[in-house]
């Protein structure tokens, strides 16, 4: 039985010192909830708020909640990356694919979820909307749910519908959804995006993510026929080859005529064009990121960006040095999944230089303290604005070469004399 509280701060009355508790996460994120759990837990102690990426979380991460709340993030975003580089708040390693598998085994107990749902329709469903991924699970695993009813939440499809009596404290709060507007291209993403296009062929099954390479990497295939989406996520560059016929699903195997994913972030017209579409299907993030359900789909690309790479082709993408940037992502289930799939291949982009063009992103050695998400035996193909670089199958001589040829010119000499250095002991 529902109980319909009348506040944020009556809903988050039942939760008790020592709650283990999820937050569904990006733009789905009920940061209305956030702001009331900040002001309950210092009520309370060690509260543990579990989370990918969360929007307006800057109330749950104050440093007067030491003590109180401690953030435990699957993905590290810029709220909690102060916070988890100076030992206030844990990040943890983990595929997308296998959040969910660790909360059905236990090894995550989860005893609330926190999730934001668009009212329930006729038959008594709300909705779980542009935010499916780990949020599905973990509704299966909580001991107790809260949510916030949202009028402005999309109504999505898929694996997004929860009874309304599945909820245990529901509060009806009316706040936009946070929008990413896209950012202008700059030249350098422009020419990686169009050297991506070259590897893309009609009737690719695609995945990418949010930002300025898949952005550009998708104005760049209007000339292309017949492409899928099969992806733990999508932002606005899809609409415009939705609307242009370029992307219709046709020649998908796994729900064919149908865009999958795992969660939506970018604009209000994203979320309209999401909102009661049936051909967008939002499934569970162990599902969609299977490497075992992706290589079922023929061509299926996946196009992944890093922080840096080695000579050796380790790519590092979730960690600058020892200091831990983001998170492992769906980068390591696509690349494994898109490599088996006939005739599929994978994509690492990357600009060529960082920190105003002072340091090489093609490094002969990874920063000290960097994490492997990518390992050297899986990557396929490498992009930067300078080129293309194919690693699969190579020696390392191969692609130390074929990395320095992509490389900016600045630090082309410099990246081969440290390789000779490294080759001669």
Known sequence: ???ICNSAEEALQCLRSGDRIWCHSMAATPYRLLEALAQRALQLQELELLQLHLEHAEPVCRPELEGHLRNRCYFVSSNTRELVNCGRADYVPAFLSDIPRIFRRGDQPIDVALIQVSPPDRHGNCSLGVS??????????????IAQINPQMPRTHGDAAIPL???HYAVTIDSPIPTHDPAPLSATHRQIGENIAELIKNGDCLQLGIGAIPDAALAALGGHKDLGIHTEMFADGVLPLVHSGVINNSRKVIHPGKIV???????QALYDFVDDNTEV???DIAYVNSPAVIRKNPQAVSINSAIEIDLGGQVSADSIGNRIYSGFGGQVDFVTGSQLSEGGRSIIALPSTARGGSQSRIRAQLT????????????DYVVTEYGIAKLRGTSLRERAQALINIAHPDFRNELREQWHLQQSG
């Not at 000290?368 to 990557?379: F, I, K, L, N």
């Open 1 to 3: 039985m529902t109980l």
């Open 132 to 145: 499916v991924e780990a949020t599905l699970t973990a509704c299966e695993m909580a001991t107790t749910i």
């Open 165 to 167: 009596s599945r909820i």
């Open 261 to 267: 994913t795992g969660f939506v972030l970018g604009s």
């Open 281 to 283: 299907l939002f499934l």
């Open 368 to 379: 000290p303290g960097a994490g492997v998400v990518t390992s050297r035996a899986q990557v």
